[in-house]
């Protein structure tokens, strides 16, 4: 469990239409919403190996076919959710994660679903660490279209190890077929100041507390707060350099640099740097 890893665990706001399949066995799995129908069948492969074959139907007609292969164990076998994401097709989506193996990495998530033109395509959303369940698509504004409450993963060995990290909750959600972060937008307000109740205290000092406020400033810049960087910039903890190296031969990456040529800034900066370069801020 990363040290950031605030859960995802908003109550439905309303019921609305979903069927989640977790498959654990070898073996066929059907649900249907509507006129939407999904299959899955999972098999032995071979080699010790399995692989899934995944249809989609719409109104009996098939529209999607994947066979995910590869799979070392059923562990890695599609995690399916068939639910209302995107209010600009007709149909419901279905919402696919899958482990791809590996310590720390990772749910690679992904949404079928129907586009403008009716043909169903498979939009990658990205690959999630931690619990996949934490990226199960719940509807937490009540309007009947399911978002993802997940964490940035892009904060996890920022400023600090993996373990050490923490990382700001963000919301994605499927707009007319593209994947949109919408975190920013005033009704997800109060998932994000849940969030930040749930980060807990600020450590005490080193790498994690430094991690600790770069999450806590990203989630201040999406709120708008008027100082996002107030707290980091008067508490930062001045002594670790993880995150505040650089090189100053242009385009050589840190750990191909030159000792006598590696830089270091100030947290204030680099955290700044960071957020502009995760789009952040300006
Ligand atoms: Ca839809
Ligand atoms: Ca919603």
Same mark, same amino acid.
């Given at each position: ?151 940035? =993963?892009?904060? +996890?060995? @920022?400023? !600090? ?11 994605? $959600? /499927?707009? #007319? ?32 507390? =430094?991690?600790? +406020?770069? @999450?806590? !400033? ?11 960087? $107030? /707290?980091? #910039? ?49």
């Amino acid at each position: 469990m990363i040290a950031g890893a605030v859960a995802a665990a908003f109550p439905l706001a309303a019921a609305q239409a979903q069927i989640l399949v977790e498959p654990d066995a070898v073996g066929t799995y059907a649900m249907a919403l509507d006129e939407t129908a999904v299959s899955m069948q999972v098999r032995e492969a071979g080699d010790g190996m399995f692989e899934a074959a995944v249809s989609v139907s719409s109104e009996g007609e098939m529209v999607f076919e994947r066979t995910y292969d590869e799979m070392f164990s059923l562990f890695q076998a599609p995690v399916l959710k068939l639910v209302e994401m995107d209010a600009s097709n007709d149909a419901p989506e279905l919402f696919v994660s899958r482990y791809s193996g590996g310590a720390h990495c990772c749910n690679l998530v992904s949404i079928v679903a129907e586009g403008g033109d009716g043909k169903w395509t498979e939009i990658e959303v990205g690959a999630f660490d931690g619990d996949p369940a934490a990226n199960y698509p719940h509807d937490v504004t009540g309007d009947g279209i399911a978002e993802i409450i997940t964490l940035d =993963n892009g904060f +996890l060995y @920022a400023f !600090a190890s993996y373990a050490g990290s923490f990382a700001p909750t963000i919301v994605l $959600a /499927l707009r #007319d077929g593209a994947i949109a972060d919408v975190t920013g937008e005033p009704e997800y307000e109060y998932v994000l100041r849940s969030a930040i109740r749930n980060m807990g205290a600020m450590p005490d000092e080193g790498e994690t507390r =430094n991690s600790w +406020l770069a @999450a806590h !400033a990203a989630m201040q810049l999406r709120l708008g707060e008027e100082d996002p960087f $107030a /707290l980091a #910039d008067n508490d930062f903890d001045p002594e670790p350099d993880w995150g505040m190296t650089f090189c100053k031969d242009e385009g050589t990456e840190a750990y191909d640099c030159p000792e006598n040529r590696i830089g270091r800034t100030a947290f204030p900066v680099a955290l700044r740097q960071f957020l502009s370069e995760r789009g952040y801020m300006e």
